[in-house]
Each structure stands twice: as structure tokens, then as C-alpha cells.
Nanobody, 121 residues
Framework: QVQLATSGGGLVQVGGSLRLSCKAS????????MGWYRQTPGKQREAVAN???????EYKDSVKGRFTISRDNAERMWTLQMNSLKPEDTALYYC???????????????WGQGTQVTVSS
């Protein structure tokens, strides 16, 4: 059993910063990739940032230069540092990972619980 636990989020003013964290636990052989998605009411969930097992990152265009994804392999934790936040960043944020299970070595996708980020103007 693999679980992702999300922390962080909250309410911040325009231009402020927040930090989201996600920690994987359970029967894990290898975390292949990790990332963050967000969703607002009535819209599809969208990818915000991703990091593969080689450390290569990808960002949604609108967050480039403001958001940074990083990871701690030993702790199986990754974070999303969000700076210069804008009202349009307001959303429910989810962490995501492709993890190879230690029991059967099958690669599966996992999601953490959502955490609300609200940017007030």
C-alpha cells in the first residue's frame, strides 16, 4: 500500500509565497516521477510542475519563474515552492507520483489529498 500525504497550502495575499509538501510512504521500490496538479471548480485538473527520476523538470507556462519543484529522495518527499502568487493560482492542489511498488514492481499512479491554495487580491 502506497500513500501520499500532502501538507501546506492556505490563504495568502497577492505576491506572497506558499510551500506545498508531499511525502510518499508504504511499500515503495522507486519513485519514478513526482509532480503537482491543480483544479478549480468546473475545470479539468491541470499539471503545474513535474520532476522525473533524472531530476528533469517541467512547468506550466504560467508558473515558470515563480514555482519551483524540488525533492528529497531519502525522505521520499517533494515540495512546490510558490512565489509571487497571483489570484489565478487559486485552486485545489494535488500531488501526484508514478511509483514502482516494492511488492510486485508494477508502476502505478498515486494521488495525494488536495490542499487549498487561495490568493487574495
Amino acid at each position: 500500500q502506497v500513500q501520499l500525504a500532502t501538507s501546506g497550502g492556505g490563504l495568502v495575499q497577492v505576491g506572497g509565497s506558499l510551500r506545498l509538501s508531499c511525502k510518499a510512504s508504504g511499500s515503495i521500490s522507486r519513485v519514478e516521477s513526482m509532480g503537482w496538479y491543480r483544479q478549480t471548480p468546473g475545470k479539468q485538473r491541470e499539471a503545474v510542475a513535474n520532476m522525473d527520476s533524472n531530476g528533469i523538470t517541467e512547468y506550466k507556462d504560467s508558473v515558470k519563474g515563480r514555482f519551483t519543484i524540488s525533492r528529497d529522495n531519502a525522505e521520499r518527499m517533494w515540495t512546490l515552492q510558490m512565489n509571487s502568487l497571483k489570484p489565478e493560482d487559486t485552486a485545489l492542489y494535488y500531488c501526484n507520483a508514478l511509483i514502482r511498488n516494492q511488492d510486485d514492481f508494477v508502476l502505478r499512479e498515486y494521488w495525494g489529498q488536495g490542499t487549498q491554495v487561495t490568493v487574495s487580491s
